[in-house]
């Protein structure tokens, strides 16, 4: 029988509780719905200062302390850093001049990562957007990551960037004390969107992703845990967590065959070997695992509140095939990331998915804590106070595509955006602050 028949008797009890502590009707659902107000406040001398409750303000409420200890913490931060960040100075072709770090840069990571370890978590997720991505180019001419006058060339110097890169990003993690996050491929991973048909942009998407498994996935996920035989065979994956908890994380960019690849190359779902291997991965767990959690780089459900993002989604949303296999496994939770804000939907019969993240640099970096009990998971969301200077420079980036600011501080501290309680039979309850139902999102 499988462990979700068994493990449902504790549900009711879980809305009771919460309709005790006035924070949900039986009737309605519910009753906190959040409307954020102006999270970001610019002063004359073109300063953003950011509240880390996200505007929500005490509207977030903290769960109560039901006694028992979990049995598992997960934090949860896609789209950390979606910068290109670290000391090119000891690289051989440093032209002594440019740099993609500096001290506030040094600090600021600083401040989130010691945050992260304060929450002592046993696993780190992050599902995408861990850099910037835009190599194979090199707009000042600095030579740092070779020539790039070629298309083989420009592929190699998305080759050494990604080392690099992926190198330093996941340095930062040991630093602090924390273990290696488990990854998802982000569009930033991969170059970033769009990916036209005919464009280096799709062709080197192979080169992005081989460089990002040999640094960041490698051998850590044994060959009966990745779709072997397939092109995701070292981006897409499975692990235990715990005995009681199973992670699923996948690769949902599926580049077009080119002679359908046209104005965009790129299809957002599973298809093929992949999607047969995810099925069958979910249903083995569903059957072994008490909760059943997927990550993946962008959300399905919709709308979702943004912040400086593109709004990629899975194609054909909650009918997309990735999707329907997830919803088909009574999977729990789905984690995603690009929109650089957070948004919980729970809708009746499918996962509930949780879209977070932020961006660094803008001083948007926002994490979820995910305490696993035996009855029950609970969610918090957590920001920071930050400001960003935009008026301070740019940090050196191998594009101009987008202008990373020089100047940024990352409070010390957290501050709570958001909870809800996920039970066993798939309700999201005890919803509050951002994780409320996103009212103000209605008809869009």
């Known amino acids: 029988m499988p462990l979700r028949s068994l493990r449902t008797g504790a549900a009711a009890g879980l809305v009771a509780l919460a309709t005790a502590a006035g924070l949900t ?68 072709r440093w032209d002594g001049v440019h740099n993609s770090i500096n001290d506030r840069y040094v600090t600021a990571t600083g401040v989130v990562l010691e945050q992260l370890r304060a929450e002592e978590p046993d696993a780190v997720l992050v599902a995408g957007d861990l850099v910037e991505g835009h190599w194979g180019v090199d707009v000042d001419r600095t030579g740092i990551f070779g020539p790039v006058d070629t298309p083989a060339r420009a592929r190699a110097a998305v080759g050494r960037a990604g080392a690099f890169y992926f190198g330093a ?69 499975w692990t235990a967590l715990s005995p009681e908890v199973m992670l699923v994380s996948v690769d949902v960019f599926d580049p077009r065959p080119a002679a359908r690849a046209g104005r965009d190359g790129m299809r957002l779902d599973l298809t ?13 767990g569903r059957e072994r695992f008490r909760w059943v959690v997927v990550q993946g780089h962008v959300p399905a459900l919709g709308p979702v509140r943004t912040s400086g993002s593109s709004g990629l989604r899975l194609d054909d949303g909650p009918r997309s095939r990735m999707w329907r296999a997830m919803t088909s496994a009574d999977v729990d939770l789905y984690l995603a990331g690009e929109v650089h804000d957070v948004t919980a939907i729970a809708r009746r019969g499918q996962p509930v998915q949780v879209t977070h993240g932020g961006l660094f640099a803008f001083g948007g970096t926002t994490y979820l804590r995910l305490d696993v009990f035996e009855d029950r998971l609970e969610l918090s969301t957590y920001g920071f106070d930050t400001r ?19 100047d940024l ?16 039979t798939g309700r999201l309850v005890t919803r509050s602050g951002d994780l409320a139902p996103a009212t103000e999102l209605d008809g869009r």
């Open 169 to 237: 990003w996941a340095r930062l993690f040991a630093r602090h004390g924390l273990p290696l996050p488990h990854v998802a491929v982000g569009d930033h991973e991969i170059g970033d969107d769009p990916w036209p048909g005919g464009s280096f942009d799709l062709a080197a998407v192979p080169t992005y992703k081989r460089t990002f498994a040999e640094a960041l996935v490698g051998a850590r996920y044994a060959r009966s845990h990745r779709p072997v035989g397939t092109p995701y065979a070292a981006t897409s994956y």
């Open 409 to 424: 501080r990352y409070e010390p501290g957290r501050r709570l955006r958001g909870s809800a309680v996920l039970t066993p």
């Open 25 to 92: 009707s039986p009737a309605t659902g519910p009753a906190l719905a959040a409307t954020p107000t102006a999270t970001t406040a610019t002063t004359a001398d073109g300063v953003e200062r950011r509240p880390g409750d996200g505007g929500f303000g005490d509207t977030a409420v903290p769960l109560p302390d039901r006694g028992d200890d979990p049995v598992l913490t997960v934090v949860s931060s896609p789209d950390f850093m979606n910068a290109d960040v670290g000391d090119v100075s000891g690289l051989p």
């Open 388 to 406: 960003v200077d935009r008026d301070s420079g740019t940090l050196w980036q191998t594009s101009e595509k987008r202008a990373v600011p020089r």
């Open 272 to 284: 093929g070997a992949h999607l047969r291997w995810f099925r069958r991965t979910l249903a083995e």
